[in-house]
Nanobody, 124 residues
Framework: QVQLGESGGGLVQAGGSLRLSCAASGRTFNTMAAGWFRQVPGKEREFVAAVSRSGGSRNYATSVSGRFTISRDNAMNTVYLQMNSLKPEDTAVYYC?????????????????WGQGTQVTVSS
């Protein structure tokens, strides 16, 4: 089993930055791909970014490409999401997820473990 815990969410003005962290425990993290998803009330959870086991490959949603950066520190069992140039439409609950698949999954159903989420609110 893997436990994931997100932190770093909060309230920020449009154009600002936030860095989300996701700490993993219960298993060696470098055996798993990791990703970030987000969800707003009344909508489905959507893919944001994903990173491979080694950190060498990444995928991004078109809506965040060029503004968000996903990275990981396997020695610290942590994955990060650096969010710059934030927009009000980035407001959501952000979830960290981990996958046993040897790729960079972009589909929610390919992830096996999920955190509880952290709220990000971007004011205009």
């Amino acid at each position: 089993q893997v436990q994931l815990g997100e932190s770093g969410g909060g309230l920020v003005q449009a154009g600002g930055s936030l860095r989300l962290s996701c700490a993993a425990s219960g298993r060696t993290f470098n055996t798993m791909a990791a990703g970030w998803f987000r969800q707003v009330p009344g909508k489905e959870r959507e893919f944001v970014a994903a990173v491979s086991r080694s950190g060498g490959s990444r995928n991004y949603a078109t809506s965040v490409s060029g503004r968000f950066t996903i990275s990981r520190d396997n020695a610290m069992n942590t994955v990060y999401l650096q969010m710059n140039s934030l927009k009000p439409e980035d407001t959501a609950v952000y979830y960290c997820a981990a996958s046993d698949r040897p790729s960079v999954p972009v589909t929610e159903t390919w992830y096996d473990y999920w955190g509880q989420g952290t709220q990000v609110t971007v004011s205009s």
